[in-house]
């Protein structure tokens, strides 16, 4: 139970939409700290294997910088483990839909990398 009057009242403030998004990113932090313990792992192991700087793996897990979709692709990928658990569909790759949607995430891609440099 929160006991400081200001702190509560500053909690109570926040929009219930930035506190959903608080706190599923904290809950994705958590479950990627018990991942690492489970696999008797630290922050700098982390970082060390994504090819990543310790002070942004910090980040992440304290919430001061947002995950990317990819970036967690590529954490649950490094450690072997689901981060997010989603219902997935198996996809037939002949699909013409498939292929449409594929293309176009490719073109974005292209498209937003060349943007950045």
């Not at 990543?52 to 910088?65: A, C, D, Q, V």
């Amino acid at each position: 139970m929160i006991q400081n009057k200001l702190f509560r009242e500053c909690l109570e403030a926040i929009p219930e939409d930035r506190m959903a998004e608080f706190e599923l990113s904290f809950a994705i932090a958590e479950r990627i700290v018990e991942v690492l313990k489970q696999k008797g792992m630290n922050r700098r192991d982390l970082a060390n294997k994504l090819g990543k700087r310790e002070s942004e793996i910090i980040k992440w897990l304290t919430g001061r910088h947002n995950f990317t979709i990819s970036t967690l692709a590529h954490i649950s990928w490094t450690l072997g483990e689901d981060i997010i658990m989603v219902a997935r569909k198996q996809y037939d790759i002949a699909d013409e839909n498939y292929m449409r949607v594929a293309e176009e995430q490719m073109e974005y891609g292209v498209k937003h990398d060349a943007n950045k440099k």
